[in-house]
Nanobody, 118 residues
Framework: QVQLVESGGGSVQAGGSLRLSCAAT????????MGWYRQAPGKQRESVAT???????TYIDSVKGRFAISRDMAKNTVDLQMNSLKPEDTAVYYC????????????WGQGTQVTVSS
């Protein structure tokens, strides 16, 4: 069982920055993929950025060059640094952990609101 706790959301004006943090209750080195997802009102949840256990990072096209995902193995945290924020980045952001063992298990945090005003 993995528990994820997000922090760092809030409100910011367009062009500003926020840093989200996700703390896991297990060593993140044992988690196959960790990622940040977001869901805007009336839209489907989408993957924003993911990092695999070997450090491979992927981003959705709309955040490339603006967002950066990083891991702190000592703290068991995965952060999302968000720069040059746009109103369209407004959403609830969720941390996810995907464990692939004999089964595939997906764990979600409670979500944190990010609001970007123009």
């Amino acid at each position: 069982q993995v528990q994820l706790v997000e922090s760092g959301g809030g409100s910011v004006q367009a062009g500003g920055s926020l840093r989200l943090s996700c703390a896991a209750t297990v060593g993140i080195s044992s988690i196959n993929i960790m990622g940040w997802y977001r869901q805007a009102p009336g839209k489907q949840r989408e993957s924003v950025a993911t990092v695999t256990s070997d450090g491979t990072v992927t981003y959705i096209d709309s955040v490339k060059g603006r967002f950066a995902i990083s891991r702190d193995m000592a703290k068991n945290t995965v952060d999302l640094q968000m720069n040059s924020l746009k109103p369209e980045d407004t959403a609830v952001y969720y941390c996810n952990a995907l464990l692939v063992r004999y089964t595939v298990d997906s764990y979600w945090g409670q979500g944190t609101q990010v609001t970007v005003s123009s």
